[in-house]
């Protein structure tokens, strides 16, 4: 690995473990989402106020959790998968360029 790989693999890391224990230290803090911080102002707002539609099927939170996790290792690996596909395209170019030079 090269040198500023570790580098910022390191900031990365540093990163994530200080938002966490930033966020813990605070007195009643919770990793809550934001769907449910926006239903409290809209409460807090408009105290009548009633949602236009409803949830077919609102699963429970373990559940849920685990459909945000695929959704986000999905992503991750369609993302993944293009940038790879890109880099070697590039380098396959790269490579035809060198053959045809000799």
Same mark, same amino acid.
């Given at each position: 690995m090269k040198a500023q790989n570790g580098w910022l693999l390191l900031l990365a890391g540093t990163l994530v473990v200080g938002s966490v224990?930033? =966020?813990?230290? &605070?007195?009643g803090a919770?990793? *809550?989402g934001s769907d =449910?911080? *926006?239903m409290e102002i809209v409460a807090a707002i408009q105290p009548g106020y009633q949602p236009?539609? &409803?949830f077919v099927w609102e @699963? @429970?939170?373990e559940i849920a959790s685990g459909l945000f996790a695929l959704q986000a290792a999905l992503g991750a690996g369609v993302l993944g998968y293009y940038l790879g596909f890109r880099r070697? &395209? *590039?380098r396959s170019r790269q490579q035809d360029r060198v053959d045809a030079g000799h």
């Open positions: 224990l930033i =966020g813990s230290h &605070r007195k919770e990793f *809550a =449910g911080q *926006a236009w539609f &409803r @699963p @429970p939170t070697g &395209r *590039a």
